[in-house]
């Protein structure tokens, strides 16, 4: 496809259960990022990716936020025991390059919503 | 700590009035400050990067101009199209390059 796909656009998880959230990027960009966004809030920054490379993981808020990417394309986002206060939007975002050579841009997907009762 | 503020919150705004964004930043080596728009239940979209105090960047009713301390988003003679949720983020040099962004300006803009 044309842009970022993220999957699934909605999910309902119980207290406790496991999520994954998926992202297929931009084909050919080599940077992805996950940012979380809560209602009202910018995106805040959990993990970013250099090809399968996984460069900065600083704002994952627990060990229970574990990102892949394996063969540099596809990245996967798992929450693991989800709690009440991992309800949020997460967003996936994707960029040829990161650094001296970047634009600054990134090209953002839609979101996954997550909502933890 | 990287900050970014942006202010204010949220604007209402009549059709045709003008006014203006406001981002301002505490880094401690700016690479570049990019403006995103985000529409209810979309990702970001990106609108313009700034590099350096003095530049700005105009596309339609919207103009970016950045200064050593912060950036304003001036929006001339605005249509209800442009009611959506603006966002500041920043690039430090020497750094991670990874954006960090502002909490956004919530913009409505009445017909």
Redesign the interface.
Known sequence: GAG?SQSPRYKVAKRGQDVALRCDPISGHVSL?W?QQAL??????LT?FQNEAQ??KSGLPSDRFFAERPEGSVSTLKIQRTQQEDSAVY?C?SSLV??EA??????????SRLTVL | EDQ?T?SPEALRLQEGESSSLNCSYTVSGL??L?WYRQDP??????LF?LYSAGEEKEKERLKATLTKKESFLHITAPKPEDSATY?C?V?TSGG?????????TSLIVHP
């Open positions: 970022v990022f940012y009202g809030q910018g995106p805040e920054f970013y460069l900065d967003l975002a990161l650094g970047n634009t600054g841009e990134l090209f953002f997907g839609e979101g | 970014v942006q690479r570049g990019f239940g979309k990702g970001p979209e990106f990067t966002l983020a690039q991670s390059y990874i954006p960090t962004f502002g909490r956004g």
